[in-house]
């Protein structure tokens, strides 16, 4: 294979595979280096690739939300992780999840059996020449965070992120907990209800827990999306209430009235032998999260498989760094993609990816540009992040990064707010049916 039809990628997490994956079957000869099995992070657990360190949801999955809009563009565009995740769906409700460890097999096993990606375990210490794709994580290790920000006109910053507790089906107590999906959405998560004495005994036990110290943890600095239990508690007593430990649609059949605080469990694995606890992130030392999360009702006894961690996040300073397609802008050709490009969540990690993936074996095989514009979930996306803002922070794709519908003389807004997101996710997707022979241009039958 011709040298100029090769490209390096960095990283095998979610953004990384995806990124391979999609120069793979365009016909680019890919180096894909990842750490692990030689080296592991404090969050990883396995030497598989697209490893899920926190929660197992992909999220909503419905077009009225932004992150399921998202999943259809990607779905459209052969997205390597969508379609592992789909074949390892477990029942969530409106929700994607999946079981992380078939979710992770498979993914690995496909980018070692694809004839045109050669895996390199071992860690990669500096920024290797164009063409390459960075997708070393929000857990980059400190040789590599180091040469990353020698880069020209880029700003390192760093936040921190946290994983909830795991527990086993078999150690809780089914006489205190219900099965129900809020709203009647079905019955796949289990529910712990919470009256109004036992919900104020448990903040006040979350409020006097010790917590684990970690080197230059700042509340401020933990990204919204993943605050510690114990974090919302200090904000306010009843800000648990109106947020992960939300009663509101969740009054199962035969209860006159809803609970005043309910948690959430979630199936954690395609054998249902483990749920997580949603929303539950947290930095209590592990004997404290036993003694407060066991004053759950229906968790008493619970036996935990995981217990919460919390660890280092870092992300760059994309605008000004990076152009909408996640390209350096001083350095053509050198692509970053994930959560350290300041995108949050699964999701959003892994379409970048699949944009550098797309864009750069474009650039490789001299193909114009493919246009990802601002009214579709992936291109606001990439304007998000590429945009001049001094404020830059991590952030999950919402409806509100999107173009809005135009205004049409005569024609009257929508003022539905579900109508008008299935509107505007009608319109990205029309747009990608319109370019699917495009977005296949450059694809091999091998792949």
Same mark, same amino acid.
């Given at each position: 294979?011709?040298?100029?039809r ?9 953004a ?13 000869r890919?180096?894909?280096?990842e750490?692990k099995?030689?080296k ?10 697209a490893?899920l360190?926190?929660?197992?949801s992909?999220r909503g ?7 399921g809009?998202?999943k ?6 052969d ?40 895996i390199?375990e071992?860690?990669a210490?500096?920024?290797?020449e164009?063409?390459?794709i960075?997708?070393t994580?929000?857990?980059t290790?400190?040789a ?7 880069l ?8 921190y ?5 795991v ?7 089914f006489?205190?907990?219900?099965r ?5 959405r079905g019955?796949d998560?289990l529910?712990?209800?919470?009256n109004?004495?036992?919900y ?8 006097c ?9 700042e509340?401020?600095r ?10 919302m508690?200090?904000?306010?007593r ?23 605080a ?6 954690d694995?395609?054998a249902?032998t483990?749920y997580?606890?949603?929303g539950?992130?947290?930095r209590l ?5 036993k $003694?407060v999360?066991g004053?759950i +009702?229906g @968790?008493e006894?619970?036996? /935990?498989?995981?217990? =919460?961690v &919390?660890? !280092? ?6 605008p ?9 802008i ?10 350290m ?5 699964y999701?959003e990690s892994?379409?970048?990816g699949?944009?550098?993936?797309i864009?750069?074996? $474009?650039k490789?095989l001299?193909? +114009?540009n @493919?246009d990802?514009?601002g /009214?579709?979930a992936? =291109?606001? &996306?990439? !304007?998000?992040i590429s945009?001049?803002?001094?404020r830059f922070q ?10 809005p ?6 024609k009257?807004?929508?003022r539905?707010?579900?109508e008008?997101?299935?509107?505007i996710?009608?319109r990205a997707?029309?747009?990608w ?5 495009t ?9």
């Amino acid at each position: 294979m011709p040298e100029e039809r090769s490209a390096t990628v960095i990283g095998a997490g979610l953004a990384g595979s995806e990124a391979a994956w999609q120069l793979a079957r365009r016909g680019i000869r890919v180096i894909l280096m990842e750490m692990k099995p030689e080296k592991m992070s404090p969050a990883h657990r396995t030497p598989l690739f697209a490893e899920l360190v926190c929660s197992n949801s992909f999220r909503g999955d419905r077009l009225s939300n932004a992150v399921g809009l998202l999943k259809e563009e990607m779905r459209r565009l052969d997205s390597l992780i969508l379609s592992a995740a789909e074949n390892h769906r477990i029942p969530a409700g409106g929700a994607l999840a999946v079981d992380r460890e078939g979710f992770a097999r498979e993914v690995t096993e496909r980018l070692y059996s694809h004839p045109m990606i050669t895996i390199l375990e071992q860690e990669a210490q500096d920024v290797p020449e164009s063409p390459v794709i960075i997708a070393t994580g929000p857990l980059t290790s400190d040789a590599m965070a180091e040469k990353i920000a020698a880069l020209p006109g880029l700003e390192t910053l760093n936040f921190y992120d946290a994983a909830a507790p795991v527990v086993t089906r078999e150690s809780l107590d089914f006489s205190r907990i219900y099965r129900y999906s809020r709203y009647g959405r079905g019955e796949d998560y289990l529910n712990c209800p919470m009256n109004e004495a036992e919900y104020n005994a448990f903040i006040d036990a979350l409020l006097c827990a010790e917590t684990a110290e970690i080197h230059g943890f700042e509340e401020n600095r933990v990204f919204e999306g993943c605050m510690p239990i114990e974090s919302m508690a200090r904000r306010g007593r009843m800000v648990p209430a109106f947020g992960p430990m939300k009663p509101v649609g969740l009054r199962a059949p035969g209860m006159d009235r809803e609970p005043f605080a309910v948690v959430q469990l979630r199936q954690d694995d395609a054998a249902d032998t483990l749920y997580n606890l949603v929303g539950f992130q947290t930095r209590l030392k592990f004997p404290e999260q036993k $003694r407060v999360f066991g004053m759950i +009702p229906g @968790l008493e006894n619970a036996v /935990f498989a995981r217990y =919460g961690v &919390m660890h !280092r996040n870092t992300f760059l300073h994309s605008p000004g760094f990076l152009n909408e397609q996640f390209e350096m802008i001083h350095r053509p050709g050198t692509y970053f993609a994930g959560q350290m490009t300041g995108v949050e969540g699964y999701v959003e990690s892994a379409a970048s990816g699949l944009i550098c993936g797309i864009s750069l074996a $474009r650039k490789i095989l001299n193909l +114009p540009n @493919l246009d990802f514009p601002g /009214f579709t979930a992936l =291109g606001a &996306m990439g !304007r998000y992040i590429s945009t001049p803002n001094t404020r830059f922070q991590p952030m999950n794709c919402a409806f509100g990064l999107i173009d809005p519908l135009p205004a049409e003389p005569g024609k009257r807004r929508i003022r539905n707010k579900a109508e008008r997101y299935e509107a505007i996710a009608a319109r990205a997707l029309e747009y990608w049916s319109r370019m699917s022979k495009t977005v296949k241009e450059g694809v091999t039958e091998e792949s």
